[in-house]
């Protein structure tokens, strides 16, 4: 980082699988300040064992009293109570940003409670696990992995090559849109698979316990291992999600019973007239490809 967007401090509220993340990757790619952890006690001695983060504490007036970036890492709703509670330990202005998976009820938080005392940028990292904790942070978790950047309104040119600064020595890719494109898009891409691999662990679940026939857990093929692979995920993480985007989760839920009701009818009446769907799939996976490999160039470069 150049000295003009250069972090002397970093404070990470919140140190599991994604705050521990960011903290191993900042030190893996040789950033020379100083990052504070703010969790529990137990979390906090978890992240200092593992070099997550340097110091820590359990309250806030220690870790962001002097801090230059301030990233919020816990489940949405906790960011948008955080947002109100930090402004009284600043004791100047500094950027503040977050990794939650929605957007909207974030962004207008932080309007409304920041305003001019600092700049905020929403952020989302496209990357994590079915398994939570400091134990699963990864240095490379988000080597390559889009991060969303949401910009608020009067954001300073400069906290937008903060931002980027930050998400180039992590190794991730910016992508920038505004709050309701990322709620719409992420409830595609992120919320609705969720509840997919959910309701597809339950139902192989029920047919097991059913004809009590355990050995179908055994031939489970790998389609289905990976589409399942999330339903591992806590719904403490969940629950947030679903109660800020229930817009476009819903929508895009019923969407997709329309989808499947049309795919029924083509089954029972004429199978054949599946290859359209398919034809049409393959061409869209083949975009997607094409795009992947396009940008894979792009990729900041990582020591």
């Known amino acids: 980082m150049s000295e003009e967007i250069d972090f002397k401090r970093i404070t ?9 993340s960011i903290g191993l990757s ?36 220690l870790g962001i009293a002097d801090t230059d970036l301030i990233i919020l890492a816990t489940p949405v709703k906790e960011i948008i109570k955080l947002i109100r509670e930090i402004i009284p330990c600043l004791s100047r202005p500094c950027l503040i940003t977050d990794t939650g998976s929605t957007k909207t009820d974030i962004i ?7 305003s001019n005392k600092c700049d905020f940028i929403g952020g989302h990292p496209m990357a994590g696990s079915e398994k939570s904790g400091i134990e699963y942070a990864d240095p490379d978790l988000f080597i390559g992995k889009p991060y969303i950047v949401v910009p608020g309104n009067r954001i ?16 991730a890719v910016e992508v920038q849109m505004d709050a309701g494109s990322h709620d719409r898009v992420v409830g595609l891409v992120s919320h609705l698979p969720q509840l997919i691999a959910v309701v ?14 355990k050995q179908y857990f055994r031939i489970s093929g790998n389609v289905y291992n990976e589409m399942t692979r999330v339903a591992c995920s806590p719904f403490s993480i969940w ?10 989760t819903i929508a895009f839920i019923e969407e997709l019973e329309n989808l499947l009701e049309n795919i029924k009818q083509k089954i029972a009446e004429n199978p ?7 034809t049409k799939a393959n061409y ?15 990729l900041p470069n990582i020591k």
């Open 108 to 114: 207008r938080q932080a309007e409304i409670v920041l």
């Open 156 to 171: 300073s040119p400069l906290a937008n090559r903060k931002m980027s600064s930050i998400i180039n020595l992590i190794g």
């Open 26 to 61: 900042l030190k893996k790619n040789n950033y020379s300040g100083q990052i504070f952890g703010i969790d529990k006690k137990e979390v906090i001695e978890k992240a200092i064992d593992c070099q997550a983060i340097d110091q820590g504490s359990e309250t806030m007036e």
């Open 272 to 278: 054949d007239e599946l290859e359209v769907e398919f």
């Open 284 to 298: 869209y996976k083949e975009q997607m490809t094409k795009w992947a490999l396009k940008n894979h160039n792009k």
């Open 12 to 20: 990470i509220i919140g140190c599991g699988l994604i705050g521990g």
């Open 200 to 213: 597809m662990t339950n139902m192989l679940g029920s047919l097991v316990e059913e004809q009590d026939k």
């Open 239 to 248: 629950r947030d999600i679903y109660q800020t985007n229930s817009k476009w």
